[in-house]
């Protein structure tokens, strides 16, 4: 597994960087898997699940449309974005439903790491805390290889989330790991990528 660090991105930019390895490692052309790790630039991003009453009041932000699961979010500093390009029939849990579970687990691993009780709530993906939703899960896959992934809130600023309606939930607000407590960005994504790497 290649850790690929790109820094701070535009989102287009990175999704075509996203697009080129998982089409090649759908063609054969690479053997080896990726994750992905990226900072975007502000930008709103729509999945498959987005209904226009979830984009009420996006004002100067871009907004994407995208071949992932989920309803519409927001991408931007402070947040961590991780995309794995890897293939299923290389690990050990090839579904669908394991492979968002790992995601989720990689987050809550993390969360607890930093003394912040994670947890799932049913029927909706992602990973929630008692101050509200912090992980974010929107995934693409594709004869078992798959793209686009995780993002989690560190120190986000939330006024982006109260012009959407993020991932179509309307009881449940968004919160920043900095709720909790101060944290370094790159300490949490240190975390992260270790987490992520024990469960893909």
């Keep these: 597994m290649e850790i690929l660090n790109l820094g701070k991105t535009d989102y287009l930019e990175a999704l075509s960087f996203q ?3 998982f089409n090649d490692k759908q063609k054969g052309l690479i053997d080896r898997d990726f994750i992905i790790v990226t900072e975007h630039y502000p930008v709103y991003t729509k999945g498959k699940s987005t209904k226009e009453e979830h984009l009420t009041e996006i004002i100067d932000t871009p907004v994407v449309e995208v071949e992932r699961g989920g309803s519409v979010t927001f991408h931007g500093p402070g947040q961590i974005v991780v995309y794995p390009i890897v293939d299923l029939r290389n690990r050990k ?7 968002i579970w790992s995601l989720e687990e990689g987050i809550i691993r993390t969360l607890n790491e930093l003394y912040i009780e994670g947890f799932r709530v049913e029927g909706k993906r992602g990973v929630f805390t008692k101050k509200g939703k912090v992980g974010f899960v929107g995934v693409k896959i594709s ?30 607000p968004v919160c920043n790991i900095s709720d909790f407590m ?11 990528i270790k987490n992520l790497l024990l469960l893909l």
């Design 19 to 21: 697009l080129k390895l």
């Design 93 to 99: 849990k090839t579904s669908v439903r394991n492979y």
């Design 143 to 172: 004869r078992y290889i798959t793209m686009h992934g995780i993002s989690l809130n560190v120190s986000v600023d939330k006024d982006f989330f109260s012009r959407i309606v993020p991932c179509g939930i309307y009881d449940i």
């Design 182 to 192: 101060d944290v370094d960005k790159e300490r949490v994504q240190e975390i992260l």
